[in-house]
């Protein structure tokens, strides 16, 4: 028997339609609310920021929604994305454990993300739209858009967060490939941007900061509209064509899941392979541990608090109801910088508050070691967001082999880590290193939430 053995679908069996768990939560996820008038906002108030299909989606409770054939073809590039058994980890590992991993690292941009990039690009083209602003902080979103608005001949613009405009210039290259603009931000192009400049001219910026200025464009501009990468309802819909491609892979290989894990940021990879799997649960199937992994540095489910907060640090989003730590609260500078974000996906943090997953928090040395692992065995070196996923996928291996039970573990391999070589040229120097939030920080970012009334 080889090594790896791989499930690889054919391209008639990408998914046709999305999976929506709102058709399926026992109980409705809070609604997204007005900034100013704390009332749950209607299609017209995001008019100005998104299409109509996308904004329908954001409120559908449809349990199936189709996906555009134009978009399945684009699909056909890169998916159905492998899943693969990691035999040669389990070895290593001696674990009695089986452990598979979907590898959503075979797209073009090297994530998962363009899995949500191209139909958002997509509908926009649909509405007539020319023109995309977006953020990004580690840069795997603006390049995944990018990529998109390649395809539809949409000019993209993207504001990136200023530490990873100046130590990612590989990111930023590829993002210019594609055709995209790239600002640094805090910028000088916004009134969000130039009033952050104005109270600290060298900051170092933040996806808050970033989002805040792509909202800003979008709005101003009645030929521009804001895409978001994750977080938002539409997002989690159109990643769940993960976690259906991983049902029908499990089941060529004769496996059920025990444990499910992936890494959250804001929470898209994580639902597109658990909420198909979730659901399943919620229409009477068996349930499964599923698990969403962290940065102890910005430990969004497990320390911060269930509220309704601003998306972005400038207040111009909608409220939504999510686990946060607080919009004005900036993460320190570690290494995974797609999973600096203050807030969780509305749907996921609803998941968590209904007991239906657990969230895990990991340090990043940890990380990156099971990184390495995973990369000496599997051959695949992961992006960092990923490694927490990994890590955790070895540690509940290794508790399996303590306890000698033979459970079947699947985790989400979110993305490839060839553009973050110098986190790992880091990590090999001895220079990465556990990096604490600033208590004081956070209590001051969570004393600042915004009153709703109950
Ligand atoms: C952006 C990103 C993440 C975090 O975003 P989620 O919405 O939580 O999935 C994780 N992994 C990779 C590779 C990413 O690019």
Not at 292 to 319: K, N, S, W
Not at 338 to 354: D, I, K, N, P, T
Request: net charge negative; hydrophobic share 40%; with cysteine.
């Amino acid at each position: 028997m080889s090594d790896q053995i791989k499930y690889v679908l054919d391209e008639e069996n990408i998914p046709k339609s999305w999976y929506n768990l709102n058709a399926d939560f026992p109980t409705p996820v809070p609604a997204v609310l007005h900034p100013g008038t704390h009332q749950p906002v209607g299609p017209s108030d995001l008019e100005p920021l998104f299409p109509m299909e996308l904004i329908l989606q954001e409120v559908a409770t449809d349990r199936y929604i189709d996906i555009p054939a134009p978009v399945r073809d684009i699909f056909r590039m890169w998916r159905p994305s492998p899943l693969v058994r990691a035999r040669r980890l389990e070895q290593a590992l001696g674990t009695p454990a089986k452990i598979y991993y979907k590898y959503e690292g075979v797209s073009p941009a090297g994530s998962h993300k363009p899995n949500t990039a191209v139909p958002q690009a997509w509908y926009n083209k649909q509405a007539g739209i020319k023109k995309l602003s977006t953020e990004t902080g580690a840069g795997q979103w603006g390049s995944s858009l990018a990529f998109a608005g390649s395809l539809f001949d949409l000019d993209v613009l993207v504001f990136q967060v200023r530490v990873s405009f100046d130590q990612k210039p590989y990111r930023r290259a590829l993002m210019e490939t594609y055709g995209a603009r790239c600002i640094a931000s805090p910028s000088t192009e916004t009134d969000s941007g130039r009033a952050i400049l104005a109270q600290n001219p060298d900051s170092p910026g933040s996806l808050g900061i970033a989002i805040s200025e792509a909202v800003e464009v979008a709005a101003k501009n009645p030929d521009i509209k804001y895409a978001l990468g994750s977080v938002l309802n539409h997002v989690m819909l159109h990643q769940t064509i993960i976690g259906q491609e991983a049902i029908a892979q499990c089941e060529m290989a004769g496996d059920d899941p025990d444990v499910i894990i992936g890494c959250a940021g804001g929470g898209s990879n994580f639902a597109g392979l658990a909420f198909p799997f979730l659901g399943l649960q919620l229409r009477g199937g068996r349930s499964r541990r599923i698990i969403a992994v962290e940065p102890a540095a910005c430990p969004t489910l497990t320390r911060g608090t269930y509220a309704y907060d601003f998306g972005d640090t400038a207040h111009l989003t909608p409220l939504v109801k999510m686990h946060t730590l607080g919009s004005t609260f900036i993460p320190p500078g570690f290494h995974a910088g797609g999973l600096r974000y203050h807030g969780m996906s509305g749907m996921v943090s609803h998941a968590y508050e209904l007991g239906l997953i657990e969230a895990r928090a990991y340090k990043q040395v940890g990380c990156f070691e099971a990184g390495v692992q995973f990369a000496r065995t599997e051959g695949i070196v992961p992006a960092p967001e990923s490694t927490h996923a990994v890590r955790c996928a070895i540690d509940e291996a290794l508790r399996c082999k303590a306890e000698g039970k033979a459970e079947t573990i699947l985790f989400n391999l979110s993305g490839h880590g060839h553009f973050d070589m110098q986190a790992y040229i880091n990590y090999f120097e001895g220079k990465l290193v556990d990096q604490d939030y600033d208590e004081a920080d956070l209590e001051t970012a969570l004393a600042a939430l915004p009153a709703v009334a109950a």
